[in-house]
């Protein structure tokens, strides 16, 4: 559907009944409003629709409430999953004020640091390719009172299942902790619904290129798609995760993109490729390390250089800094190198300069895609424009390393805390070209230090086993 023309044609075809209107706040979370079918006109794809947009956290306040939520035509699909044929339509949003793009929108952020690429000069094009992480469980549990906090996991494919007498039997087919990666079923219970999921992401035109087994036990799993423009791609990862978690539930199950669900055994990134492209040829591609372009080697230099401030919108959650340890697979060396997936940053190896791009491995899925995208984007352009010197690639196993030599290299933050007091220090390059400003990272601030408050302010079941006998 890439006209309006198109989209009334299919609504008739189909007997389409409603149409669901989807946007995504600061938080990165998918919000939703269906209308009768009858609502949608042809101006409602330039004019949108009235809502309250002080009920969106982050956002506005109730006295300047008024918002738009306009419709984007390149966006429509069918919905996969509701009972009643229903049209999608992501929208991005308006200030009713002003007339214009509202500045705290995440998708507007995102068009304009594609729009910002193409003014500097260097490149006329930005791909992303994330790959998404996410765990299957059985059941999931938790509570967080006055007086009790827990919080209970439990999947049939869990490790701590092995001496368990399930009422089916038990197979023992259980991948161990950390023991779970390209295995074949019957360990990996969770083939048929990955299947699945992607059999529904190509029905919906999105493309997609595998699935398999992660490393982590309790059917972790990954599915690889296309890399696309930035704008593009958050679009998708949001339908995506939509996709995961209804097929999920469709099985009985429930699927999380949580960074550090499990104690002692890896968790979800979103490791994500990236290149520039400028006149259909890629500039990452040339004849200096690796086969990396120097613009190639001044993006990673501005990706390191800003590392901790990106850290706020790549790992935004308190638990994103429980993935980000050594010993998990998760990278928290801020340097790069070819093949190594112990640093922040690799070049994956390639048959073709087509193919040349470079890896960020430090962000996780909790990452709102629209921001963290805008952000890697921005800093790796500010690396070029002021030709950032990445420094020497390390090529040797960066979890060997001793106490005394990690000290001595930079590593991404430890905590939400500091992420965003790095953010609030290094900001001046999210704001080139207006595309993030002072307003919505104040926001933006403020709304992640509610969640470090909460849980500082919280104890921690592990507490009472740490402490309570003191």
């Known amino acids: 559907m890439h006209t309006i023309q198109d989209i009334f044609d299919t609504i008739k075809e189909q007997d389409i009944q409603f149409v669901d209107f989807r946007f995504t706040d600061l938080r990165g979370t998918w919000h939703h409003i269906t209308t009768d079918i009858d609502m949608l006109e042809e ?35 069918i919905d996969p999953f509701m009972s009643h044929p229903t049209l999608v339509l992501v ?33 006329d094009t930005a791909y992303m390719g994330p790959e998404l992480e996410f765990f299957l469980f059985d059941d999931v549990r938790f509570k967080s009172d006055i007086n009790e906090s827990f919080y209970h996991i439990d999947a049939a494919s869990g490790s701590w299942n092995t001496g368990v007498k399930q009422e089916q039997g038990n197979t023992g087919f259980i991948a161990p902790v950390k023991g779970g990666y390209f295995k074949m079923p019957p360990v990996d219970k969770g083939h ?33 798609v296309d890399a696309s423009t930035p704008m593009s791609k958050a679009d998708e990862i949001q339908l995506t995760k939509y996709v995961v978690r209804t097929v999920a539930d469709t099985y009985g199950l ?32 040339g004849k200096g390390y690796n086969g990396l372009s120097k613009d190639a080697l001044y993006y990673i230099g501005g990706i390191i250089k800003h590392a901790k401030a990106i850290n706020a919108f790549t790992n935004p959650l308190t ?9 998990f697979e998760a990278p928290v060396i801020l340097t790069y190198a070819g093949r190594n997936r112990s640093a922040a940053i690799r070049i994956p190896a390639c048959n073709s300069a087509n193919a040349k791009r470079i890896e960020v491995r430090f962000p996780d899925p909790g990452a709102n895609p629209y921001l963290a995208f805008s952000a890697m984007l921005m800093a790796g352009i500010d690396g070029i424009k002021n030709k950032i010197d990445p420094g020497e690639a390390m090529e040797e196993d960066l979890y060997e390393l001793n106490e005394k030599d990690l000290a001595k290299l930079p590593q991404v933050c430890g ?9 609030d220090k290094d900001r001046e390059f999210l704001k080139q070209g207006d595309v993030f400003n002072d307003d919505v990272i104040n926001s ?18 592990v507490e009472f086993e740490m402490y309570y006998g003191i």
Not at 58 to 77: E, L, N, Q
Not at 455 to 460: D, F, I, R
Request: net charge negative; with cysteine.
């Open 415 to 423: 905590s939400l805390r500091e992420a965003l007091q790095n953010l």
């Open 43 to 77: 101006n409602t794809f330039a004019e949108g629709f009235n809502f309250d947009g002080s009920s969106v956290e982050g956002w506005c306040p109730i006295h300047k409430s008024d918002m738009f939520y306009v419709p984007d035509i390149s966006t429509a699909h």
């Open 254 to 285: 429930t699927s999380t993109f949580m960074p550090k669900p499990l104690a002692g055994d890896n968790g979800n990134g979103m490791h994500v490729h990236q290149s520039l492209w400028k006149n259909d040829k890629p500039i990452f591609a």
């Open 319 to 327: 638990n994103s800094y429980k993935r980000l340890i050594p010993g």
């Open 192 to 224: 048929d619904i990955r299947s699945e999921m992607l059999n529904v992401m190509k029905k919906l035109g999105m493309p997609t290129r595998l699935h398999h087994s992660e490393v982590g036990t309790a059917s972790q799993s990954e599915i690889g």
């Open 444 to 461: 933006y601030i403020e709304l992640k230090m509610q969640d470090v408050i909460k849980l500082e302010h919280n104890p921690h079941p």
């Open 91 to 123: 929208c991005s949003i308006v200030d009713a004020e002003t007339g214009k793009m509202y500045h705290k929108d995440p998708r507007t952020i995102s068009q304009k640091a594609e729009e910002y690429l193409e003014k500097t000069g260097i490149a």
